[in-house]
């Protein structure tokens, strides 16, 4: 079966630029969350998606938003990028319903805003 | 206080030998747990999951949980030079599919 995959791997933008992300998770997989990894900080979760609709949501400004299809593929958005959003971005699948479920990890996106 | 607390290490263990790492969590309503493995400039991988109290074995793994003492615990038994990683704990309550990490341990296996 194949894993989560994330396009694109690796992104540089400009301060104030908008970028989308995407994530396709494991097929049959119908949850979807996206995670934060920066050196000071650590792995922070930004949101969570479960038959299109958000479930959870972390501690993150509104130019943080995201959406998921029909078919499970997520996506995210940042709007107006800041230095600070500089990141590795990663997404995880998940079979659960409700409660928490094994979550697997796709390969990321790295993202520098210069 | 952090929510998910580990030793930053790192923790340095010679070849074959028992390493232990050690997660505490501040959130009693905590009902799942994880440990991700993380190699340098890899995304995380998942390792072990422990629901209920007690031991859970896995290959040479064990996941050893107490929610009276909010506590979760890695061993890692013959431990391998391919060992070397990062060791992240992972905590989720019981809404959704929301993962709380500590800040990892750094463990070095020496041949």
């Known amino acids: 079966k194949a894993g989560v995959t994330q396009t694109p791997r690796y992104l540089i933008k400009t301060r104030g630029q908008q970028v989308t992300l995407s994530c396709s998770p494991i097929?049959?997989?119908?949850?979807v969350s996206w995670y934060q990894q920066t050196p000071g900080q650590g792995l922070q979760f930004l949101f969570e998606?479960?038959?299109?609709?958000?479930?959870n949501k972390g501690n993150f400004p509104g130019r943080f938003s995201g959406r998921q299809f029909s078919n499970s593929r997520s996506e995210m958005n940042v709007s107006t990028l800041e230095l600070g959003d500089s990141a590795l971005y990663l997404c995880?699948?998940?079979?659960?319903?409700?409660?928490?479920?094994?979550?697997?990890f796709g390969p990321g996106t790295r993202l520098t805003v210069t | 206080q952090k929510e998910v607390e580990q030793n930053s290490g790192p923790l340095s263990v010679p070849e074959g030998a028992i390493a232990s790492l050690n997660c505490t969590y501040s959130?009693?309503?905590?009902?799942?747990f994880f440990w991700y493995r993380q190699y340098s400039g890899k995304s995380p991988e998942l390792i072990m999951s422990?629901?209920?109290?007690g031991d859970k074995e896995d290959g040479r793994f064990t996941a050893q949980l107490n929610k009276a003492s909010q506590y979760v615990s890695l061993l890692i038994r013959d431990s391998q030079p391919s060992d070397s990683a990062t060791y992240l704990c992972?905590?989720?309550?019981?809404?959704?599919?929301?993962?709380?990490f500590g800040g990892g341990t750094r463990v070095l296996v020496k041949p």
């Open positions: 995880a699948s998940s079979l659960a319903g409700q409660g928490a479920g094994e979550q697997y």
């Open positions: 097929s049959g997989h119908r949850s």
């Open positions: 998606y479960f038959s299109e609709t958000q479930r």
């Open positions: 959130d009693r309503v905590s009902q799942s």
């Open positions: 422990i629901y209920s109290n």
């Open positions: 992972a905590v989720s309550s019981a809404a959704g599919n929301k993962l709380t």
